[in-house]
């Protein structure tokens, strides 16, 4: 599924692929000049949480990604939405650093909408704040998944 090329890399059970949802963890391991890195790939569907804690309890750093078309980021944010939930998991089971990932950009009025963006990050600092983050140490990063914008390299949709 073109979709879900990026998804690919790390979701290797069949049912992953079929249904285009992180179901287990999965790890991948790389090392920088500086750093030793494991990318844990967690789940975000309700249906698998237990999995999602599992990954979770294990990093440092997380980067949530939090859907910008409309009615998608509303229900995440909302009283019981799945983004707080995360963010919640991620600050309670000891994730120090967080990073935004500001996902389906393309899908926004108009698509790419800054205005749209600065709304959403305004609205989850607002809520990590009240958890326990520091906003002010947390980056928000636009992206399209579909398209691959920003997700590789600077895409030239968004600035």
């Not at 967690?42 to 939090?66: E, W, Y």
């Not at 990932?101 to 305004?122: C, H, L, W």
Request: charged share 25%.
């Amino acid at each position: 599924k073109g979709s879900f090329k990026y998804a690919w890399v790390l979701d290797k059970l069949k049912a992953e692929r079929e249904r285009g949802i992180t179901i287990d963890i999965a790890l991948w391991k790389f090392e920088t000049a500086k750093y030793y890195v494991t990318i844990i790939d967690a789940p975000g569907h309700r249906d698998f949480i237990k999995n999602m804690i599992t990954g979770t309890s294990q990093a440092d750093c997380a980067v949530l990604i939090v859907a910008a078309g409309v009615g998608e980021f509303e229900a995440g944010i909302s009283k019981n939405g799945q983004t707080r939930e995360h963010a919640l998991l991620a600050y309670t089971l000891g994730v120090k650093q967080l990073i935004i990932g500001v996902n389906k950009m393309d899908s926004t009025e108009p698509p790419y909408s800054q205005a749209r963006f600065e709304e959403i990050a305004k609205e989850v600092s607002t809520y990590i704040k009240k958890i326990g983050f520091n906003p002010a140490t947390v980056a928000f990063v636009p992206i399209s998944g579909w398209h691959g914008d920003n997700m590789m390299e600077a895409s030239e949709k968004m600035g």
